[in-house]
Nanobody, 112 residues
Framework: QVQLVESGGGLVQAGGSLKLSCVAS????????RAWYRQAPGKQREQVAS???????NYADSVKGRFTISRDNAKNTVYLEMNSLKPEDTAVYYC??????WGQGTQVTVSS
């Protein structure tokens, strides 16, 4: 079993930045992809960004150019750097490994 713990969420004004971290409780096979999802109230969970074992990245159109996903395998950690935040980015953000293991989520609130 693997526990994922997200951190770095909070309240920020529009245009601001946050950096989320997701730490795994043990070493994860580096071949597994990592991803960030988010879920806003009343909406379905959506994938925000993903990163593969060879560091290929993919982003939702709504965050391209503003968000950056990265990973540090030595620290069992994946990051999501979020810039130029908008009120519509408000959601609970979850990290996942291979779509199998999920964290509990961290709240991001962007005020206008």
């Amino acid at each position: 079993q693997v526990q994922l713990v997200e951190s770095g969420g909070g309240l920020v004004q529009a245009g601001g930045s946050l950096k989320l971290s997701c730490v795994a409780s043990r070493t994860i096979r580096s071949s597994w992809s990592r991803a960030w999802y988010r879920q806003a109230p009343g909406k379905q969970r959506e994938q925000v960004a993903s990163i593969t074992s060879d560091d290929s990245t993919n982003y939702a159109d709504s965050v391209k150019g503003r968000f950056t996903i990265s990973r540090d395998n030595a620290k069992n950690t994946v990051y999501l750097e979020m810039n130029s935040l908008k009120p519509e980015d408000t959601a609970v953000y979850y990290c996942t490994i291979g779509g199998i293991y999920w964290g509990q989520g961290t709240q991001v609130t962007v005020s206008s």
